[in-house]
Structure formats: C-alpha cells, structure tokens
C-alpha cells in the first residue's frame, strides 16, 4: 500500500476506536436503546432521501440491519449502559471475528482449518478470561451483553455477504433504515415514555452537549467518513492487506479511554484482550470459504471476518 493509503487506515481506525469515546458520551444523557433509535434514524432520513437503493436481495438487508445494526448496538449500548468500560468494550466486540468463522461453517459450510480452529479457541479463552475477571469486579451481565453485540456483528457479517452488493458502502448506508423502529418500539416498552421524554425534554441543555457531540461523532465521522474510506481501501487493495488495520482499533479504544476517561484496565482483562486480538488474527487469516452446493448464493466473496469494511464501526 502506498504511504498516503497506510495513512487513511490508521485514520480510520483511530475514528473508529475513539467512537467507544462518542458512544460513552451519548450514554451519559440518552437512554441506551433509544440512543441506538436515535442514532441510527439521523443515518436514515438522508440515506433514504439521497442514496440509491443498494442492489442485493432485501432479506439480506434486513438481515444486516437486524444483525449488525439492531443486535450489535443493543448489546454493546445497554453493556456500556450497566457499566461495562468503553476501552474493554472495544476489545470484546472483536469477538466477531471468530464468532463469524464458526457461524460461516455451521451456516455457510465454510471449511475451518485447524490454524482457524486454534484462532477461534485462543479467542475464546481471551473472552472467558475477561468474562470471568469483569465478574469477579462486578457482574456477568454487562459483559454478556457486549459479548451479544459481538454475535449480533457476527451475524451481519454473513447478512453483508450474502448480499454480495456491487456498491457496499450503500448497503452499510442503507442498513441504518432498519433498527429505528424496533428499537424505539423496545426503548419504549422497556425504557419507558418517561425516561425518553426527559432526556429529549433535557437535550437543549448545556449538560447535554457533549451527548450530542457524541452522536454527531459516531453517525458522521464513524459511520460516513470512516466507513466510505474503508469500504474505498478495500477497493483499491487486496482484503488481506487492508483488513488487519482494524486490529488498531482496540488498541486506539483502550489507550483512548485511559488517557480521557482514566480507565485503568486489571492486567487479566489487558492479558484476556491480548488474546482475543490473537485468536481474531489466528482465525481470520485461516478462514477459507467453501461453495455450499445446493445453491448459488456463493458467487460472493468470504466475509472479512476481521474487517468492519461494510459497516459502522460502534
């Protein structure tokens, strides 16, 4: 790659490692699954309005935005919500890496090597280690749902795939028409119209600015800038060149929150991180597709088991 185009994907990876930043911000004022609604519906309108429909069949769309865009974001915002450190969220969510191997061979009937299948246990363990580390300081829960968002990115993955766009920053675009509506339906059923009022009643205030920087961050430079640069990088090189990148990210998420938010990470979540980034690379580098023979869906290439390329990062 030349010099200019390593650039843009370190860029990329740090905007998209600062967004666990932006997301913190936003939790601070909005409720967590009306964020989600409402994040995703500033995306909508003016894809609607102005971007073409991407030519792929609808119910992998639908499957996208279900997957990636209501799933992932439901599970990392409530995680982030109850608590769980936006610096260590950004390491758990690359557990959508293996979580897409193995879902591509139980789905997809992609053939796992035994390189892939030491990946995706090393990965693993690198969960379980930080699972039961999170536990031992606070609860299961918030890192069972950050781990949810991981399955629900895994899934899209497969969704974005499918779909084999021939424009794919438009199905990343148009992924976002999805989980307004049923996420505002379960912030309203499990929120409540009280809560959402008060923080819509309170969003003009001075102490809710940085909320809304936060929002206006994660919709315009996380999704439209660094995922249109992404989805341009992958055009101009080989996957295996562009794709391990995004390996930065957690690295800029965890440094980012230790120097603003002072998060100071036990050495076995750090250790259990460590290994979770091994295994992704481990799996991802293994994962080799194989057509399944009853139909024609695989004239699309593998997933980017490692690689956000169609989608928002966080």
Known sequence: MPTRHVLLA?????????????????????????????????????TILLVPRPQAPLRWLVGYGLGFGTLQFFGLYLGMAAGFPAGLASLVLQASAPFTVV??????????????????????????????????????????????????????????????????????LWMSVVPPLPMLALSLALEGPGEVWRA???????????????????????????????VWLMKQHPAGVVAPFSMLVPVVGVLAAWWVLGERPALLELAGGVLVVGGVLLAARAARPVPPAHDQLTASPAPEVVSPARSPRA
């Not at 009643?201 to 249109?228: D, E, H, I, K, M």
């Open 103 to 172: 879902l591509g061979v139980l789905l997809l009937r992609e053939r796992l090597s035994p390189r892939g299948a030491l990946g995706v246990l090393v990965a693993v363990a690198g969960l379980a280690v930080v699972g039961v580390t999170r536990a031992e300081a606070t609860s299961w829960l918030p890192f069972l749902l950050v781990v949810l968002g991981a399955l629900g990115w895994a899934l899209g993955n497969l969704a974005s795939r499918l779909a084999a766009p021939p424009k794919p920053l438009h199905l990343t």
């Open 10 to 46: 370190v860029l990329v990876a740090v905007l998209w490692g600062l967004n666990f930043l932006a997301i913190h911000a936003s939790l601070q004022h909005f409720p967590p699954i009306f964020l989600v609604a409402l994040r995703f519906a500033l995306l909508a309108v003016p």
């Open 200 to 230: 819509l009643a309170a969003s003009g205030s001075a102490a809710a600015v940085p909320a809304w920087v936060g929002l206006a961050y994660t919709v315009l430079l996380g999704t439209v800038v660094g995922s249109g640069i992404w």
